[in-house]
């Protein structure tokens, strides 16, 4: 075992703090990964204050890893010594249920091992990137392009997946227009990659302070939704909404918006339920589904997209000691668009 | 003009009462109708009572109208005197928009006119079934088969349409597990439809008393909902789920019982918002979508489909002056499975 150093969480409410732990042997399947970029994710800030429920304390967070082997298990196949590679959401799934099967690990009938805040097969902790070094098991290992940045690579093993699938699995491409609501970590990718598949892209937000970043991201257009004459003139207008808001929010709002078998798909994670008018969807047939990050086979095959279409999230690094900062900023919108933190701090 | 007995609603509150009005002549394009049966449905007592809003009165409801042709006019192409002929939910559209183009008028851009509760094109109130005789362009006219028991057509029209068109949409057939919500108009007529076209049909209901007659419907199996280990059992079961509910309900609870990528459709109404939990749909990309009854063409289709398989509705004949006593009754699901007026009893 190797001790690293970390920053945790110890219960729902102190801010986190320097924490060691050990991490397991290499085993024949494994590879140790040195952590050289996390990502922070909104889901980070919901587990470290238990607003999911069922938090595992102390918690390390953090899902969006990237960094190189440094230790190759003696059968592992697919990955070399040095090699960058990244982490992302789950390290672990039964690996024999129709889902897992079908490279679907996300949707694991027996439930993911979280990269944090779950539990391994023997029913240890697992603990996030928020910290030095890593053991995964390579089958839940990336493979990442030496050819991007490496600190915006980071939150596409998260909020990149997360908007990545869901608009490859409704074949979002030419011909559709598109919405996305939010322009925060997840918002911004889903812009970039609905964009990078050909639709016409419109981004919803409560703030016209992020019009032009909007534009700059790849979007045609750009609407304010506190603007009752906007909502209007969008009514039955799009073929697909994506959702990245994680806050509580009216979907009857946004559904009015969908054209006939249009589908609404929510990525954010609200606490608190949401409404919804039976008429909303009645009206013309639309859906309001969900999409929950996606499988390591397509996490793959998105990072290899983006190596080929240059696509990489725009960051703020941080250091390790400033996370604190980070959350409260991430609160107010106030991060453009994904805080990485360069995990060579925590050493220093 | 001819005036014909009805019966109607003078507002929101006042029991049903006798009633005439003026028939508009018969245009070229008309058919005009002796109606002989009309079926009774749960939205007839929602608009009655203006619990969707927007009611118009005197209201004379009724859009499962079965009858025979009485007059022709001279332009009009597929219909026969004395044919029989059903008229559903809406007798005009736009007919110009996409929805109207692609045979699916009941999403009409304009929106469609209403069998009763609507405004024509002259800004005329419609009037509906629960009357003598009815005057409708035949292009909002089907042709009925004279094989079937007439009474028992007469609830396809609007119930058997809003199950029969989602089925179909959602191609659901062989293979398929499908849950059917609730047991009354809509939802015997989605037993009878999921188990005709192959799958495997369970209804889930709040009253054990049903499980009889569900099954004799030709449902496979029958769960209580009140019942927890039921619906833990359940978990991740159905991938179809038709809910038929027009009274307020919990969306998660049902949401839950769908598997990877299940779809719950609610065909119901009910007049306030339902709860809905992100995490439910994420969870296993599930979809909550709705299904507004059908368009004249896949109305048509269902008739004839209903015609060639034996499929009507399971009904309880009643008399115009009985209709006040029949909402109460329905209001406590008490009716098996639908109330249809012998409209003859308004000439007696």
């Known amino acids: 075992m190797t001790t690293v150093n970390a920053y945790a969480a110890q219960d729902a409410v102190t801010p986190l703090a320097p924490f060691n732990f050990d991490r397991r042997d290499v085993g024949p399947h494994d590879v140790q ?129 997360t908007t990545y699938s869901p608009l490859r699995h409704w074949n979002i491409g030419k011909g559709h227009k598109v919405a996305i609501v939010g322009l925060g970590g997840l ?32 979007a045609h257009h750009f609407a304010v939704t506190s603007n009752p004459d906007t909502i209007k003139n969008l009514q039955g207008h799009f073929d697909f909404i994506l959702s990245t808001i994680s806050a509580q929010h009216d979907y009857n709002l946004y559904l009015g918006m969908l054209s006939l078998n ?10 608190q339920p949401s409404i919804v008018q039976a008429f909303s969807l009645i009206g013309k047939r639309r859906s309001l589904a969900g999409s929950l990050i996606g499988g390591i086979k397509e996490t793959q095959e998105m990072l290899d997209y983006c190596a080929e279409h240059g696509i990489v999230s725009d960051v703020e690094v941080i250091n390790m000691g400033e996370i604190n900062k980070a959350y409260e900023r991430m609160l107010k919108n106030d991060v453009r668009y994904r805080f990485v933190i360069d995990i060579a701090s925590l050493n220093r």
């Open 187 to 218: 918002g911004h990718m889903g812009v970039k990659f609905a964009a990078s598949f050909g639709a016409e892209v419109t981004v919803l937000s409560t703030s016209k302070s992020k019009e032009q970043d909007a534009l700059n991201l790849g």
């Open 33 to 161: 990964i040195e952590i050289m970029y996390c990502g922070v994710c909104h889901s980070d800030i919901h587990q470290v204050r238990n607003e999911w429920g069922g938090s595992i304390y102390p918690m390390v967070p953090g899902h969006e890893i990237v960094g190189r082997i440094t230790v190759l298990g003696e059968a592992v196949k697919n990955f070399a010594l040095g090699e960058l590679v990244g982490v992302g959401c789950f390290v672990d799934s039964c690996r024999v249920c129709p889902s897992c099967l079908a490279h679907e690990e996300q949707y694991c009938d027996k439930g993911m091992v979280g990269t944090y805040n779950g539990r391994d097969k023997e029913g240890n902790p697992t603990y996030g990137g928020y910290s030095t070094q890593i053991v995964v098991d390579e089958k839940y290992t990336l493979h990442v392009s030496e050819d991007l940045p490496i600190e915006g690579v980071a939150p596409l093993l998260c909020a990149g997946i």
């Open 262 to 271: 249009g589908t609404m798909v929510v990525v954010g994670a609200p606490p």
